[in-house]
């Protein structure tokens, strides 16, 4: 919900821009859900082209 994103997050709206990906932390346990913290809820545009190529797998 709290994606580490300037556009998300001035906005105004609660809900963050649908279809980001974040990733962070050093593990699975490491990621916290905080606007402010880069280092675990960072989008990044690695993280997004991989879901979009997975994605394609189910486009006619």
């Known amino acids: 919900m709290h994606p580490h ?3 998300s997050g001035a906005d105004g709206v609660e809900a963050p821009w649908p279809g980001y990906l ?9 990621w916290i859900d905080d606007q402010e913290s880069y280092s675990h809820n960072e989008i990044a545009i690695n993280w997004q082209a991989s879901l979009v190529y997975a994605l394609m797998g189910f486009v006619d």
Request: glycine fraction near 24%; charged fraction near 35%.
């Open 22 to 30: 974040v990733g962070g932390g050093h593990t699975a346990t490491d």
């Open 5 to 7: 994103d300037r556009r």
